[in-house]
């Protein structure tokens, strides 16, 4: 059997399989949070631009507000992703690089988990793969003018449409065509002005949105980048980056990764290709590691550039095969990757075997949002039929608020736009709850019939329609709810404590509290 059937067995085996199981958890937070986005279509949202919402929306259109509907493009997104890194791997090298590309690809546990769960990161990835094969269409092609240089313009879009990250992609092109001897004749011709004016094009959406939203997409990228406190210099942070990718990527892949990379240094200036693939990672990942020195970046904010990076680095080792310690250490890397890819998706397994997480399970943010939704409906439920009256919900943070209205059965949503459930009131812009509507919000007052001579007029503008009405609050445990509800309801009351258990040891516990009677925030 060719190695080019076998890639396609592979993943079409793969894909099936993960179709398969995507309902076989709960969503995750992050998940469901990009769910209400969906819900609430948009040219962009607080952190991230428009893409995620309008995949998922797609899918849960064709298959509904479940699980599997969340998920299905990550799955098809991630064979994709696999089959075009295959026929790279085969046009820039041989069929070999491919298909062992493919192999590291999808036993690396960071990107196996996210062919499962439907984040920006499959979309992203998919993306920057496309844009990287598209580009080198182009250049294979240079002088001559192509449809793949408008192409590749809009590939880097989308991307970046999905996410943020995505724009370094044009800073590859440039570094490619400026450090390619042959290419740098591209700066005089159309084909480069093509690529850079649809990536401009799609870039449109979010700065309107960003215009009509006090720029906030900035401010929290700032926030999360930790460049809005004490920025300095922390070699232990640097430390943890590199830590915690051996961890994600698993160690031997990662450490195969990095030699494969460091070991093709010295080809860059005589290889083309070798300067090609490694233009396309260097980029984001020095940004990520220069940011580290200050505060760590998580595993997967660079996660694009380990695609050319995982390309350049099969090829060293596959030129290194004939060598029994070098098929030894390559083989013991993708048992490892598979092995902890495997249990990071069932980690059950290691936990019926008596195994114990020193720390919590990173699979316990899938398990147990829908039974404990539940419990907090059938609290609010009990408390209507003794109360008369309809509550409102609260949660403490957009997680919470998050899997609570994907699970809720009866969301019971109160007007156009609304979110099933609230976040706290608060001034601040925290996250996307802050432009979607708030029970703290006036509105226009309902119009009035003609009032007569003797009435009175006020300059009241607006009324706040919760105005009198009792919530339930859902919060982590405290002693007490924080003080922005305690101020603006009458009375609250500990009505309810919800605990996840897995195996006999916590999860984690809510709190449910009936807050009597809103006011509004005293000024």
Known sequence: MSKTRAVWLFIGALTLVRLSMLGSTDLEFDEAHYWMWSERLALAYFSKGPGIAFAIHASTMAFGPTEFGVRFWSPILAAGTGLMLFYFGLRLFNENVGLWSVIAFNVAPIFNVGAFVMTTDALSIFFWMAAMFSFWLAVEKSPRFSFWWPLTGLLTGLGFLSRYTNAFEVVCVLLVLAFGPRLRQEFKRPGLYWLLGIFILCTVPPIIWNAQ??????????????????????????????????????????????????????????????????????????????????????????????????????????????????????????????????????????????????????????????????????????????????????????????????????????????????????????????????????????????????????????????????????????????????????????????ELRRFGEPVRDWQVFLCRHYRTLPL
Do not use: C
């Open 213 to 498: 939203h006090a720029w906030i997409t900035l401010t929290h990228l700032r926030t999360r980048g930790s460049l809005t406190g004490d920025v300095g210099f922390r070699p232990l942070e640097a430390l943890k980056f590199f830590g915690e990718h051996f961890i994600f990527y698993s160690p031997l892949l990662f450490a195969a990764l990095i030699w494969g990379v460091a070991g093709s240094w010295r080809r860059v200036n005589q290889q083309f290709k070798v300067l090609f693939l490694f233009w396309f990672g260097l980029p984001v990942f020095a940004f990520y590691f220069l940011l580290s020195t200050n505060k760590v970046a998580t595993p997967n904010w660079d996660a694009v550039s380990f695609v050319s990076f995982g390309l350049l680095a099969v090829h060293y080792w596959n030129e290194r095969l004939d060598n029994r310690g070098v098929r030894i250490f390559t083989t013991a890397a993708v048992v490892l990757g598979f092995l902890m890819s495997f249990f990071s998706l069932d980690s059950d397994i290691l936990r019926s075997a008596g195994f114990h997480f020193f720390r919590s399970d990173p699979s316990d943010r899938w398990r147990g949002w829908k039974s404990m939704t539940a419990e907090v409906e059938r609290i609010r439920n009990d408390l209507e039929t003794k109360l008369g009256a309809k509550l409102f919900l609260i949660a403490d943070e957009r997680h919470r608020a998050s899997v609570i209205s994907f699970y809720l059965r009866d969301k019971r949503v109160e007007g156009a736009g609304h979110p099933p459930v609230y976040l706290i009131e608060s001034q601040d812009l925290v996250n996307q709850f802050s432009f979607w509507p708030r029970y703290d919000q006036f509105v226009d007052a309902p119009a009035r019939p003609a009032q007569s001579p003797d009435e009175t007029f006020t300059e009241e503008k607006g009324v706040n329609l919760f105005v009198g009405r009792s919530a339930l609050l859902v919060r982590n445990y405290a002693k007490h709810p924080p003080h922005n509800i305690r101020a603006a309801f009458e009375s609250t009351e500990l009505v309810g404590t919800i």
